[in-house]
Structure formats: structure tokens, C-alpha cells
């Protein structure tokens, strides 16, 4: 996959190859077509030709904003940006895609894919070669990568079940080996293809961060039937495996949790509802603590959960200093504003802190509590912390302790039931100003096992990581995890090597927040 027709076949002889070949070893002595064959032997030929695209990219990355990278061993072009998530860059691929489309007068739908994947468009088989040229134009001006996709269709492998929307979702499964789609002759052999899809490699000033792939955007094209009535897609969809041909598009905005913010997008009747699984209620986040790791979480909260309605920040012990408090997706709160009893206060007992959490004004019914050291590693969406029917889930640990240290998914009326149900134990837990054996461990146990014997939660699983900065090794750990990016939770606990924990932490959260203010 991947590779050009003349990697895999032998070269085509033509009529008039034969007289060609005699009048060459005529012309050329036997020692000079030796030397040439020499020079012009697989390795030699394979040098050449790297040395040819590395001169095109570095003649490309002397445009403004583009910088050469390593990916997988490779040099790639990549675009740099001062702001970076998934959901952003996303955003622009299906942007640029559909824009070079319409320029192009090519037709085209946005279609329902997988979460946390790229973008899918179609585009009728018919059309296939002007939209070829008009992606090929694209990929001159923004150099991306190009791809042939098989795979078991858009949408599947994912776990989540949330469709990224009209700008989120492709094929899962390993991605091809890609080749740049700013090269001549490259998309000549690629036009017959079914899918392709577009990479753009993008990155932040430290190059620290790189998205790519699972950003992109894919190209569909969908035949028409023996009838010519409907359009057929290459490969099973989320949503719908064909659309009548003749259909007129529609207009639909792309929702801040579907993928790529709030954007509009032509597509077809047929993908433009939300899915049953669909979650499209509010979501908020709480945190009851300041410590200098709360820029990184609120960093990655920005990076990988975009589609959150609202952050409070519950404390009285101080506002950071680098914190923007005007952001109208923050509210800094206080523990008077939220404690039922305030005689109680102050408090230095976070069980007691937590058993108030439902108490904080304007806070949405279903929200996602994070403890001390809590980071998202990799993009999320809703459905991997709440059901579409309003229910709450739960991550189960495979060690002793049977309930993981993760981002605690909550409902306030629930909490409120708690509140009534174990009366005096969670008055007396409020209470207490340090903390006590008897407490109450409202979010992080309570609630789970009482949500879930009424009905009102269901088990799940993530990628987790737990790292314990005091034991041996915690230095290659953190090494690892920052190579691999591929834990949805990382929890760090226990005092490690002076700053080992906060060099981590800027490496893997290098691109600052919303929430922070300039400088």
C-alpha cells in the first residue's frame, strides 16, 4: 500500500525497445555502459531520489511556518502553530479540503465517522480525478501527506462510541506508509483509489507536540449503483452505507463536541442528527486544588477535552498567579459560597471539600471531578466518561484497590440523594476539618458504588497510568509515557527528583491554555 506501480511490477517493454538496446550498445563501449549501470543501480537510483525530496522539503519548509520533523524514523513536513489540540487541527484539514473541493466545483458531502480520528469526506466516483487535481493543488500550497486507506470501514474500532461528528472519523487500524503529496506524479497513481487520506503534520514552536494522522482527512468515493439512483460508500459507515445520488446537500453545524468545534459543513440529511449513543448534554469539570500542576491539567483539559462547557476552580486557598479569571469558561468559587454550614470553615480536609462539590452555583447536572496530579493524555470525548441516556461511568482497577484514580464522572441529583441518604455521615464528614478515618470518600467511592446499585452508573475501562514519582525508575517511566502518548489518564503521586515531575509535565503539556494569561 503505498508503494508506485513501478515498486511492484517490472518495467514495461516497448515495441521498439529492441532496436533502441542495439543501437545503445552500438554507440557505447562495453566498459562505458558498465560504469552507467553502476551509477544507476537500485541504491544509487534510491539516493538520488531522496536526495531530490529532501532538497523539495527543505525548499518547502522555507515558507513561512513550516519546519522538517522526525516521524517514525522519517523527515516530515510539518506546520507550525502557536496553539495546537486535535480538534484544531482537524478543524482545519476538513476546512481546507472541502474549500479546495468547492473551488474546484467538485461535489461533496462531509460524512459520520469514528471519534478521535479524521475527518471524512465524499465525493461521487465520477469526480474522482478533478478532485485528485484540486487535492493535488492543495497539498503544492499546504504540503501534506497522502495515503491509500483500507481498512474495516469508517468508524470502526471505536471504543467510545461517539461519532467525532462530520469532522471527525476514519478508518481504525494502522495507517499506511505515506508519501508527500506535494511531489509530481504522485497523485496520478493514486486515482484509483477508493479512500485516501490527507496528513498534515502540525506542531508547536518546541516541536514537542505532534499531531498528525488521526487529524487528517479522508477522501471517500462513492460509486453509483446499477440503477443510478443511489451513491454506495467504499466501505461500511457509522451512519448510512448509501444516500440517493440525486439528493440535494445540506447545511449542518458541526457541534463543539463532535470533532472540530462549532462549523459548518455540507453533507447529507442522512448524517446530519446526532446518534442515539450521542451524548449533547452539558459537561462540566471541578478541581479543589491549586498546586503548581493544576496549569498542566487545565492544559490538557484545553488539548483533549475541548467539548467541557465550563471549569470551577473550588479553593480558599488563593488564585494562582498566572490564572485568568475573567475566562468565561473558568469560575474561581469559594468554600463559604458552597459549604451548608460555613461555621464549620476553614477546612483542611478535602473529604470534606468534596462532600460540597454539588453545591457550587450555576455547576451542570453532569460534571467530571478531578483530584490532585489528574492529567488527560490523549484526546476524549463525552461517552468515554457518561452514557447518552444521562448515566455516569466507572473504572475498574485490576489491582487491589478495585476503583481507579481517574476523572470522576458525577451527577449533582445524585450527589443531593447522598446528601439525604447518609445524613448525619455526611454532615459529620463536612464537618470535620481534618481529616478522619470515618469520613465519607464521596466522589471517588461512595458515590460510584451507590450510582451503580440504583441504576444510575455502568462500569468502563481506559488507558491508565499511575505513576508512583518516588520509586526507582519513575524518570524512565515518564520517558515512556511521553514517547508513547497513549495512556487517556495519567496520575502522578509520591515526591520524585527535584523538577522531574515539572520537566514532564512541560514536555508533554507544552502549549499554553486559554485559561492562562499572556506572558
Same mark, same amino acid.
Given at each position: 500500500?503505498?508503494?508506485?506501480?513501478?515498486?511492484? !511490477?517490472?518495467?514495461?517493454?516497448?515495441?521498439?525497445?529492441?532496436?533502441?538496446?542495439?543501437?545503445?550498445?552500438?554507440?557505447?563501449?562495453?566498459? $562505458?555502459?558498465?560504469?552507467?549501470?553502476?551509477?544507476?543501480?537500485?541504491?544509487?537510483?534510491?539516493?538520488?531520489?531522496?536526495?531530490?525530496?529532501?532538497?523539495?522539503?527543505?525548499?518547502?519548509?522555507?515558507?513561512?511556518?513550516?519546519?522538517?520533523?522526525?516521524?517514525?524514523?522519517?523527515? !516530515?513536513?510539518?506546520?507550525?502553530?502557536?496553539?495546537?489540540?486535535? $480538534?484544531?487541527?482537524?478543524?482545519?484539514?476538513?476546512?481546507?479540503?472541502?474549500?479546495?473541493?468547492?473551488?474546484?466545483?467538485?461535489?461533496?458531502?462531509?460524512?459520520?465517522?469514528?471519534?478521535?480520528?479524521?475527518?471524512?469526506?465524499?465525493?461521487?466516483?465520477?469526480?474522482?480525478?478533478? @478532485?485528485?487535481?484540486?487535492?493535488?493543488?492543495?497539498?503544492?500550497?499546504?504540503?501534506?501527506?497522502?495515503?491509500?486507506?483500507?481498512?474495516?470501514?469508517?468508524?470502526?474500532?471505536?471504543?467510545?462510541?461517539?461519532? #467525532?461528528?462530520?469532522?471527525?472519523?476514519?478508518?481504525?487500524?494502522?495507517?499506511?506508509?505515506?508519501?508527500?503529496?506535494?511531489?509530481?506524479?504522485?497523485?496520478?497513481?493514486?486515482?484509483?483509489?477508493?479512500?485516501?487520506?490527507?496528513?498534515?503534520?502540525?506542531?508547536?514552536?518546541?516541536?514537542?507536540?505532534?499531531?498528525?494522522?488521526?487529524?487528517?482527512?479522508?477522501?471517500?468515493?462513492?460509486?453509483?449503483? #446499477?440503477?443510478?439512483?443511489?451513491?454506495?460508500?467504499?466501505?461500511?459507515? !457509522?451512519? #448510512?452505507?448509501?444516500?440517493? @445520488?440525486?439528493?440535494?446537500?445540506?447545511?449542518?453545524?458541526?457541534?463543539?463536541?463532535?470533532?472540530?468545534?462549532?462549523?459548518?459543513?455540507?453533507?447529507?440529511?442522512?448524517?446530519?442528527?446526532?446518534?442515539?449513543?450521542?451524548?449533547?448534554?452539558?459537561?462540566?469539570?471541578?478541581?479543589?486544588?491549586?498546586?503548581?500542576?493544576?496549569?498542566?491539567?487545565?492544559?490538557?483539559?484545553?488539548?483533549?477535552?475541548?467539548?467541557?462547557?465550563?471549569?470551577?476552580?473550588?479553593?480558599?486557598?488563593?488564585?494562582?498567579?498566572?490564572?485568568?479569571?475573567?475566562?468565561?469558561?473558568?469560575?474561581?468559587?469559594?468554600?463559604?459560597?458552597?459549604?451548608?454550614?460555613?461555621?464549620?470553615?476553614?477546612?483542611?480536609?478535602?473529604? @470534606?471539600?468534596?462532600?460540597?462539590?454539588?453545591?457550587?452555583?450555576?455547576?451542570?447536572?453532569?460534571?467530571? *471531578?478531578?483530584?490532585?496530579?489528574?492529567?488527560?493524555?490523549?484526546?476524549?470525548?463525552?461517552?468515554?466518561?457518561?452514557?447518552?441516556?444521562?448515566?455516569?461511568?466507572?473504572?475498574?482497577?485490576?489491582?487491589?484497590?478495585?476503583?481507579?484514580?481517574?476523572?470522576?464522572?458525577?451527577?449533582?441529583? $445524585?450527589?443531593?440523594?447522598?446528601?439525604?441518604?447518609?445524613?448525619?455521615?455526611? $454532615?459529620?464528614?463536612?464537618?470535620?476539618?481534618?481529616?478522619?478515618?470515618?469520613?465519607?470518600?464521596?466522589?471517588?467511592?461512595?458515590?460510584?458504588? *451507590?450510582?451503580?446499585?440504583?441504576?444510575?452508573?455502568?462500569?468502563?475501562?481506559?488507558?491508565?497510568?499511575?505513576?508512583?514519582?518516588?520509586?526507582?525508575?519513575?524518570?524512565?517511566?515518564?520517558?515512556?509515557?511521553?514517547?508513547?502518548?497513549?495512556?487517556?489518564?495519567?496520575?502522578?503521586?509520591?515526591?520524585?527528583?527535584?523538577?522531574?515531575?515539572?520537566?514532564?509535565?512541560?514536555?508533554?503539556?507544552?502549549?499554553?491554555? @486559554?485559561?492562562?494569561?499572556?506572558?
Amino acid at each position: 500500500m503505498g508503494q508506485t506501480a513501478t515498486d511492484q !511490477r517490472p518495467p514495461r517493454v516497448g515495441p521498439g525497445t529492441a532496436s533502441v538496446v542495439a543501437a545503445y550498445r552500438r554507440a557505447l563501449p562495453r566498459a $562505458v555502459r558498465r560504469h552507467l549501470a553502476v551509477l544507476t543501480a537500485p541504491h544509487h537510483a534510491d539516493r538520488l531520489r531522496a536526495a531530490i525530496r529532501a532538497r523539495r522539503e527543505q525548499a518547502a519548509t522555507e515558507a513561512p511556518g513550516h519546519v522538517v520533523i522526525t516521524v517514525d524514523g522519517r523527515p !516530515r513536513i510539518a506546520h507550525l502553530q502557536r496553539t495546537l489540540s486535535p $480538534v484544531q487541527a482537524r478543524r482545519v484539514g476538513v476546512l481546507k479540503v472541502t474549500r479546495a473541493l468547492r473551488n474546484a466545483g467538485v461535489p461533496h458531502f462531509a460524512v459520520r465517522g469514528r471519534a478521535c480520528g479524521p475527518s471524512v469526506v465524499a465525493v461521487p466516483a465520477d469526480q474522482r480525478r478533478r @478532485a485528485c487535481r484540486a487535492l493535488a493543488r492543495l497539498c503544492r500550497v499546504q504540503p501534506a501527506y497522502v495515503t491509500v486507506v483500507a481498512g474495516e470501514g469508517a468508524g470502526a474500532g471505536s471504543g467510545a462510541g461517539h461519532g #467525532a461528528g462530520l469532522a471527525g472519523g476514519g478508518a481504525a487500524g494502522a495507517y499506511p506508509r505515506l508519501v508527500p503529496g506535494y511531489e509530481p506524479g504522485v497523485w496520478q497513481q493514486l486515482e484509483k483509489a477508493d479512500v485516501l487520506r490527507l496528513t498534515w503534520y502540525r506542531t508547536e514552536p518546541g516541536l514537542r507536540l505532534v499531531i498528525g494522522a488521526d487529524s487528517g482527512c479522508e477522501v471517500e468515493f462513492w460509486h453509483e449503483d #446499477a440503477t443510478g439512483d443511489r451513491l454506495l460508500a467504499p466501505r461500511p459507515g !457509522r451512519v #448510512a452505507d448509501s444516500v440517493p @445520488a440525486g439528493a440535494t446537500a445540506v447545511k449542518m453545524t458541526d457541534r463543539g463536541s463532535w470533532g472540530c468545534g462549532r462549523l459548518t459543513l455540507r453533507t447529507r440529511e442522512e448524517f446530519a442528527h446526532p446518534l442515539p449513543e450521542d451524548v449533547t448534554y452539558a459537561i462540566d469539570a471541578v478541581f479543589t486544588w491549586t498546586d503548581p500542576e493544576l496549569r498542566y491539567a487545565l492544559r490538557s483539559l484545553a488539548t483533549y477535552a475541548p467539548w467541557l462547557r465550563r471549569i470551577y476552580l473550588l479553593t480558599d486557598d488563593g488564585e494562582p498567579s498566572w490564572l485568568d479569571t475573567a475566562h468565561p469558561g473558568l469560575k474561581v468559587v469559594g468554600h463559604r459560597e458552597v459549604f451548608a454550614d460555613p461555621t464549620v470553615l476553614p477546612t483542611s480536609n478535602p473529604r @470534606a471539600v468534596e462532600s460540597q462539590l454539588h453545591h457550587i452555583e450555576g455547576l451542570a447536572e453532569h460534571f467530571l *471531578y478531578f483530584g490532585d496530579r489528574l492529567f488527560l493524555g490523549t484526546e476524549t470525548v463525552p461517552e468515554q466518561f457518561f452514557l447518552a441516556n444521562g448515566l455516569t461511568r466507572f473504572f475498574v482497577s485490576p489491582v487491589q484497590e478495585p476503583l481507579r484514580h481517574a476523572p470522576h464522572p458525577l451527577r449533582r441529583s $445524585v450527589l443531593c440523594e447522598i446528601e439525604r441518604e447518609f445524613g448525619d455521615r455526611h $454532615v459529620a464528614t463536612a464537618a470535620h476539618r481534618d481529616p478522619r478515618r470515618d469520613d465519607l470518600a464521596i466522589p471517588s467511592s461512595l458515590y460510584r458504588h *451507590y450510582a451503580a446499585h440504583t441504576g444510575r452508573a455502568a462500569a468502563a475501562t481506559l488507558r491508565y497510568a499511575d505513576v508512583d514519582l518516588a520509586a526507582p525508575g519513575a524518570d524512565a517511566v515518564l520517558r515512556g509515557l511521553l514517547a508513547a502518548r497513549n495512556r487517556t489518564v495519567i496520575r502522578a503521586r509520591g515526591t520524585g527528583a527535584p523538577g522531574l515531575l515539572g520537566a514532564f509535565l512541560e514536555a508533554y503539556f507544552p502549549v499554553p491554555s @486559554a485559561y492562562e494569561l499572556p506572558g
